[in-house]
């Protein structure tokens, strides 16, 4: 029972940070392959705080929250003020990121490429609590004013611009808000499991998020956090597959790419489907 | 002096590898993610006919080539054609781009295994002098065939009627195969062509280093060296290179070489801020 429940709550954390690259990828329209180094900055900074100065994990995992959120405003200020191609904004990122792990295996206060020993502190209550609020602030976030210009820019940047929408601020906002779920997710990782390392956020986590989004649907919160839940937990059943987890998301993503782009739910939520039945 | 040797040596493998993200970006515009893991193919190629069939050194790099040519074109058979019949976006391509570095780079890991592989040593360890610095026969030989070959792609280019047709291809694709010329061939050659100098380069990166299935991350690198040249631009692409490669070697040796790969991310998002469009390149319409 112990181990289903770790597996879901891991899946839990997944899930938050798969919907936070959701909101930006699948919302806004770019493309990111350096998530993964703003659910580091959730973990480093929250699991720094309650190592050294042993504070309360609430404090914590806001502290994690709000550092990954303005971590993205130093690479989005520049690249987005710029309006890069949608990929030359892939390749910063994933510099970003990858920037971001030189520094973290070289600084002593996160004992480098080493890791660094937390305590076990977010609990089944702290993880699900997240995961609903999270999902309760995003719904009711693209619902508002800011969703319907976040779509209205990802249809189509020129007409929106032309509507009077400032692209660069709007997609500022998506990028700090789904950073900072990502660094909520990263913070609650970092305590769940009790040990983080650099290696942990890199590219390869990076296109597992991409992976659950694309596959989730484009312009959906439901879908992508289904096929994250999925994405979790069938490798840990599958524990004698795991050399092939890998490859098998890479080969799905093309599979999508050719065959359904707009993925398991694109431009969907998961009660539209019991709507239409009735 | 030594420094811009080195430099200059480590330079000409990163432009081969940017040579083949510059003609794919210049026919497809996109970025196409998947050509690290063909680089890294293609060392293995080369590998397995170094080690079983003992065979040469020109004899390795021509199979390799030909071998990685062959994968890169079946790459784009299977993951992009049906994406480009259907116009869809580039970041579609981009993304099933990188579906195929995923998927080939750990099929890799999961069969063959993460070893590190050497090739056997084609080159004593001699060292030739060259205006008071020293430098290997194997980087003064990388470096003659990198030129060499980006040369004879200029040349081919440039010269011939295909060369020509890829030109045309690359300004207006639609126009192109009004005139006749059959696209899906057009895109076969060029993902040959640049899987070829994949094939080149996953050579000489396995002799220099050793053979890995994460090797490929190396051409991060070379997507830096085509943007600094400016992406679609060969003669950018050689000049890109050889200019990562001397700032590179420079700050390794008088800062740290910790530094190194932060140095090159950074100074790819300056250059994606203030110059866009690299050194030699077109101007590029889409803008998010």
Redesign the interface.
């Known amino acids: 029972m112990d181990y289903e429940l770790n597996v879901v709550m891991l899946a839990c954390v997944n899930m938050i940070a798969v919907l936070g690259l959701a909101v930006f990828t699948g919302f806004t329209?770019?493309?990111s392959?350096g998530h993964a180094a703003f659910v580091g900055i959730g973990a480093y900074t929250s699991g720094v705080l309650t190592y050294h100065w042993d504070v309360p994990f609430f404090f914590a995992l806001t502290a994690g929250t709000a550092a990954a959120g303005l971590s993205s405003l130093v690479?989005g200020i520049?690249?987005l003020?710029?309006?890069?191609?949608?990929?030359?904004?892939?390749?910063?990122i994933?510099?970003?990121g990858?920037?971001l792990r030189?520094?973290l295996e070289?600084l002593s206060v996160t004992n480098g490429a080493r890791g660094l020993s937390v305590s076990e502190l977010s609990g089944p209550g702290w993880i699900v609590g997240t995961l609903i609020l999270s999902l309760l602030v995003t719904r009711n976030f693209l619902k508002s004013r800011f969703g319907a210009l976040f779509v209205a820019i990802r249809e189509d940047?020129t007409a929106a611009e032309m509507a009077g929408i400032d692209l660069f601020r709007m997609r500022l906002l998506s990028l700090a808000v789904s950073a900072a779920l990502c660094g909520a997710s990263g913070a609650l990782l970092a305590h769940r499991l009790a040990f983080i390392q650099p290696v942990m956020f890199t590219l390869t986590q990076s296109?597992q998020l991409?992976?659950s989004v694309?596959a989730g649907g484009i312009g959906s919160i439901s879908g992508p956090v289904i096929v994250a839940f999925v994405f979790t937990a069938l490798p840990e059943m599958l524990r004698s597959l795991d050399?092939?987890r890998?490859?098998a998301?890479?080969?799905?993503?093309?599979l999508i790419?050719?065959f359904r782009?707009q993925g398991l739910l694109g431009y969907r939520e998961l009660p539209d489907l019991f709507r239409r039945r009735q | 002096m030594q420094t811009l040797v080195t430099g200059l040596s480590v330079g000409g493998i990163y432009s081969l590898m940017a040579v083949g993200y510059s003609l794919i970006f210049s026919i497809l515009s996109?970025?196409n993610f998947a050509h690290g893991a063909v680089i890294m193919l293609g060392a293995y190629i080369g590998l397995a006919l170094a080690t079983r069939l003992h065979w040469g050194l020109g004899l390795v790099v021509a199979g390799s080539v030909v071998g990685a040519g062959i994968i890169s074109v079946f790459n784009e058979r299977?993951?992009y054609a049906?994406?480009r019949r259907r116009r869809?976006p580039?970041?579609?391509?981009?993304?099933?781009a990188?579906?195929?570095?995923?998927?080939?780079?750990?099929?890799v890991?999961?069969t063959i295994g993460s070893r590190f592989f050497a090739f056997p040593e084609f080159f004593r360890r001699e060292v030739v002098s060259l205006w008071g610095s020293s430098l290997s026969l194997l980087d003064l030989f990388a470096f003659t065939v990198s030129v060499g070959a980006i040369f004879a792609l200029h040349l081919f280019i440039t010269k011939t009627k295909t060369g020509i047709a890829i030109r045309a291809g690359v300004n207006d694709m639609t126009m192109c195969s009004l005139m006749g010329v059959n696209t899906d061939r057009l895109i076969s050659i060029v993902f040959f062509l640049a899987g070829a100098f994949a094939g080149v380069a996953g050579v000489f990166l396995g002799i220099k280093y050793l053979v890995y299935p994460t090797m490929g991350w190396v051409t991060?690198k070379a997507?830096i060296a085509a943007?600094i040249g400016g992406l679609g631009s060969l003669p950018g692409a050689l000049a890109g290179g050889l200019i990562l490669g001397v700032l590179e070697t420079l700050v390794s040796t008088y800062l740290s070489s910790?530094?190194r790969?932060?140095f090159?991310?950074?100074m790819?998002?300056a250059l994606?801020?203030w110059l866009?469009n690299g050194l030699m390149g077109r101007e590029?319409e889409?803008?998010?």
């Open positions: 329209g770019l493309f392959l690479i520049p690249t003020r710029a309006k890069l191609r949608s990929d030359y904004f892939a390749i910063a994933l510099g970003f990858e920037a030189v520094c070289n940047p296109t991409l992976a694309i050399m092939w890998l490859p998301y890479g080969l799905l993503l093309v790419m050719i782009p | 996109f970025s299977v993951a049906a994406l869809a580039s970041l579609f391509l981009m993304i099933s990188m579906g195929c570095s995923v998927f080939l780079e750990n099929t890991y999961a991060n997507y943007v910790v530094l790969d932060v090159s991310f950074t790819l998002i994606l801020i866009p590029t889409e803008k998010i």
